[in-house]
């Protein structure tokens, strides 16, 4: 089955900017998702990207799609203290939606 | 107006007790599903259904069964509760089979004594 990987702790300071990889394993993968969890709340989908792309921007975000080495980045801009939370990436493959999600990272913003 | 919400959000219960979670999307989209999340925060899809028939089933024990009394609704009911049941089991919708799961419900958190 799909493996996907994270790393499990990112620190950043306030305006940098923050850097979250993830790696799978499934070169079927069609879509790649970047969903952020607040402290106990739900999931929420922040972006995503179509397997045939390798970059997609939205406002702060960036996506990077390496598909060769199957890797997957999201880049936050100007980082706030409001993007606190715990990001997992989620690779779909499959024809049925079979969502595999990342063990999370969590990112903490410091002043 | 919430998209997708589940009840109860908080559910404490003992061991061999049977429970059961609801979940209602107003949503119109024709997939639902429920994922489980442990206290490492590790997600992994348990089922998912679209218009009322079954169309992923993880390897879940079969103390849990879901139930699609109509789309907008998928409910799970979990027999003989054990303790490793303990987690947070969300709701999610979608209006494809493929694509991008945006809507995911609060979360029950479940905890069995």
């Known amino acids: 089955g799909e493996d996907v990987e994270q790393s499990l702790f990112l620190s950043v300071r306030e305006g940098d900017s923050s850097v979250i990889n993830c790696t799978y394993t499934d070169s079927s993968s069609t879509y790649l998702y970047w969903y952020k969890q607040e402290p106990g709340a739900g999931l929420q989908l922040l972006t995503y990207?179509?397997?045939?792309?390798d970059m997609k921007q939205d406002q702060r975000l960036t996506v990077l799609l390496n598909k060769k080495d199957k890797h997957l980045s999201l880049r936050i801009a100007d980082t706030q203290t409001g993007d606190s939370a715990i990001y997992f990436c989620a690779v779909l493959t499959g024809t049925a939606s079979k969502l595999t999600f990342g063990t999370g990272t969590r990112l903490q913003v410091t002043l | 107006d919430t998209a997708v919400s589940q009840t109860p959000k908080y559910l404490v219960t003992q061991m061999g007790n049977d429970k059961s979670i609801k979940c209602e999307q107003n949503?119109?989209?024709?997939?639902m599903y429920w994922y489980k999340q442990d206290s490492k925060k590790f997600l992994k899809i348990m089922f998912s259904y679209n218009n009322k028939e079954l169309i992923i089933n993880e390897t879940v024990p079969n103390r849990f069964s879901p139930k699609s009394p109509d789309k907008a609704h998928l409910n799970l009911h979990i027999n003989s509760l054990e303790l490793g049941d303990s987690a947070v089991y969300f709701c999610?919708?979608?209006?494809?089979?493929?694509?991008?799961?945006?809507?995911f419900g609060p979360g029950t958190r479940l905890t069995v004594l």
């Open positions: 999610a919708s979608s209006p494809l089979t493929t694509g991008p799961i945006e809507f």
């Open positions: 949503l119109g989209h024709d997939t």
């Open positions: 990207i179509f397997s045939n792309m």
